[in-house]
């Protein structure tokens, strides 16, 4: 056998002696996968050092068990994340990305997804002057995809707050670069509400509005939840949207997910030096790239 992986979950004073029993397997590389935030169970496996080799963790035990992760790491162990919902991930991410080296391509502030999230492609109306604009429109900028709506309260402000002085960290070379806001309530937010609430932020800041096909089908290729509910039986308007922000190099590739800037804490130095990299061109280095690149030259 020359690698083995178990999935167990319950009790570790009968899990490691199990770990322990499988762990005889002379040459097997062990590998377990804990969920739901069992530090328990990370602890058995830490006990146990070289003798089990990996960990898989859900989203929820990467943000709750730090600590224990990091003990295990320090004995030699590899922790990787299943990614099980998306959003779940990027909240993971945000947690964890400095914590873990693993997830992100060294030297990038925030997770490098070059070669695993899908290239810029979208086709929607532009607040301001009410033109059908696609993703051919923005080549040669790096852009920044943001989704959000005019009427958010919090968030949305602050994310975009926050890119603005990203941007503004950057002098003149922000002018290479479009933060493109698409309204996931196009029903309220029209071109005018856009092109007025988009135009504060400054001239970097593009406001879109698609038909619902056309932002379903933009959401679903970035994997954005959001969901709007009309007033009904006394119950609010309401709007929900995911708060992740993707970054796209000049020629329109998917190159970092941004995850801070709706957080008390952004990163804006960091980011405004990854932006800084896109625009001088910074080749995608992560392995999924490599491989995507292999694949390409195959066909």
């Not at 006990?47 to 224990?68: K, Y």
């Not at 532009?126 to 005019?150: E, K, M, N, P, S």
């Not at 995850?259 to 030096?273: E, L, Q, V």
């Not at 990854?274 to 080749?283: F, N, P, V």
Request: overall charge positive; hydrophobic content about 45%; proline content about 6%.
């Amino acid at each position: 056998v020359g690698v083995l992986n178990a999935e167990c979950g319950g009790d570790a004073a009968w899990v490691e002696p199990a770990l322990r029993r499988l762990a005889q397997f002379g040459g097997a590389a062990i590998g377990l996968k804990v969920s739901g935030g069992d530090a328990a169970l990370i602890g058995a496996a830490a006990r146990l050092g070289a003798r089990l080799g990996h960990l898989i963790v859900d989203p929820a035990t990467m943000e709750a068990c730090g600590p224990a992760l990091a003990a295990f790491r320090a004995g030699g162990g590899k922790v990787g994340l299943e990614i099980v919902e998306w959003d779940a991930a990027i909240a993971a991410l945000a947690a964890g990305a400095a914590a873990t080296p693993a997830l992100a391509d060294k030297g990038w502030h925030n997770p490098d997804v070059s070669g695993a999230a899908p290239p810029l492609e979208f086709i929607m109306r532009r607040a301001g002057d009410h033109r059908t604009v696609t993703q051919i429109d923005y080549l040669g900028d790096v852009v920044l995809l943001v989704f959000g709506y005019t009427r958010c309260a919090d968030i949305c402000p602050l994310t975009l707050g926050n890119l603005g002085k990203v941007l503004h960290r950057l002098g003149p070379s922000r002018s290479k670069v479009r933060v493109l806001f698409v309204t996931v309530d196009p029903d309220r937010d029209t071109l005018d509400v856009l092109a007025q609430y988009i135009g504060a932020f400054g001239p970097q800041f593009v406001g879109l509005r698609g038909s619902p096909d056309e932002l379903a089908r933009l959401a679903r290729r970035y994997r954005i939840a959001y969901s709007v509910t009309k007033p009904a039986n006394g119950k609010p308007y309401e709007v929900t949207h995911s708060a992740a922000i993707y970054a796209f190099d000049a020629r329109g590739a998917a190159r970092l997910l941004i995850p801070s800037m709706s957080s008390a804490n952004p990163d804006i130095a960091g980011t405004a030096a990854d932006l800084q990299r896109l625009i001088k061109g910074d080749a995608p280095s992560g392995l999924l790239s490599h491989m995507v690149q292999m694949l390409r030259n195959m066909v």
